[in-house]
């Protein structure tokens, strides 16, 4: 009896053992799953945090704080204190704060429903092969992306002065009292070369996703009597549509910051009918007597109208659009 207990009972002691092990081996592996885990994540978490989140808190705070430069901590004379919004009581009074958020918006307008449907529209064609010389013109239309701001800047500068280019242009083709209908609306300009310059950035975008749908796909609802029309809006478009929501958050948050171009080519002006909220915040602190807070206040509501603009577009595509 003792030695069948021993046959019977030793591979349950040797099962039992070995399913302990098994169990410690996976409580360690998961362990060393965790900490492989925080050991990659964690320096991405910290440099987002310090480059991003921080500043981000840091601006907000300073919104609503009485700085006015020099020291930040310990200033005798002037201690950091918290005045609550008054900076916002005060941009929302100005009237070149609404002049600058007019002008951004017509910004977002030409990204959002210029820049993404012309790009859309060649970048179709030329995936289509509907006209000859396909690089070409995919290189020539992505061009500009590539060149320094500032050269593209002058080069328009000067296209549209009054001894430029342009004015000739229109003093020879057309009555010359529409160059001076062209000169009330110094926005018009701006608009062109952002138009003509970010194009080719979605040309490239939706080229290179164009690409990506099976192209038997698109044979066989031609042979089925689709026509161009019908192909574009119940295949093509429906399987972009998370790549035109995408498209529209990029164009809408470099709308948002647009800086560096209007700074060369108009500076604001004339009368700040150019300035945008990016310029309007660098004029608050650094040109003159600089007033932070009020700065950090203007970049806070930017923040706040890319969350609002991004928001309602994607609760547009969740409504309206297709999915890939």
Known sequence: MADSNDKNGAPKRLMSLASWRGGAGSLSSQREKQ??????????????????????????????????GGTLFGNVRNPLRLTG???YGRMFN???????LKNNMYIVLISVFGQIPLGFILAYILYRGLVKGKDFFQTMIYLPCVISTVVIGNLWKSFFSPYGAFPEIIRKLFNPAYEATLSTYPMFRVLFVILWMYTGTYLIIFMANLQ?????????????????????RHIILPALSGVIVTSAILAISGSLKSFDLIYVMTSGGPANRTSVLSLYMYQKAFMGAPNYPMANAISTVMVVISFILIGLTQFAEKKFGGRE
């Open 35 to 68: 900490v492989a885990y925080w050991v990659l994540v964690l320096p991405g978490v910290l440099i987002y945090f310090a480059v991003m989140t921080f500043p981000t808190i840091f601006s907000v705070l300073m919104s609503v704080s009485n700085y006015a």
């Open 85 to 87: 919004f008054s900076q």
């Open 94 to 100: 100005d009237p070149y704060f609404y002049l600058a």
């Open 212 to 232: 990506k749908i099976d192209s038997s796909v698109i044979e066989a609802a031609r042979i089925d009597g689709a026509t161009e029309g019908q192909t574009l």
